[in-house]
C-alpha cells in the first residue's frame, strides 16, 4: 500500500477539503473531475487545440493546463487562458470566458 503518512492527509477532511486537480488541455481528464464537465472541457480544448495548432511552431508553446476547484460543492474547471467551465446549481454546465466581464482595461 503507498498510503503516505504525511501530515497533509490530515486537511482533506470534509468536502469543501477537496484539493486542485491539474491537467493539460487535450488530455483526458482526472478520476476526479466530474464526468458532466467532460464534453464542455473536449470542446474547448478542441477550439484551444486548433488555435495553438494555427500558430507557427516557435509562438505556440505549450498547451495550457486546467485547474479543478470547488465552490460550494461545485466543480469549477479554470484554463490558463482564462476559459471556466462549471457546474451550476441546475446541474447545467456553463461555459464562460473571462473578458467577457468587462475587465479589459
Avoid at 71 to 97: C, K, Q, S, W, Y
Amino acid at each position: 500500500s503507498h498510503r503516505s503518512s504525511s501530515p497533509r492527509q490530515s486537511l482533506q477532511r470534509g468536502p469543501d477539503m477537496q484539493l486542485g486537480t491539474r491537467w493539460t488541455a487535450g488530455e483526458q481528464p482526472p478520476a476526479s473531475v466530474p464526468a458532466a464537465l467532460h464534453e464542455a472541457i473536449a470542446e474547448v480544448d478542441a477550439s484551444t487545440l486548433a488555435e495553438l495548432a494555427a500558430l507557427p511552431e516557435a509562438e505556440r508553446g505549450y498547451a495550457p493546463r486546467w485547474t479543478l476547484t470547488w465552490l460550494e460543492g461545485r466543480p469549477i474547471a479554470e484554463l490558463e487562458t482564462g476559459v471556466f467551465v462549471r457546474l451550476n446549481a441546475a446541474g447545467g454546465v456553463t461555459i464562460d470566458h473571462e473578458e467577457e466581464y468587462g475587465e479589459d482595461d
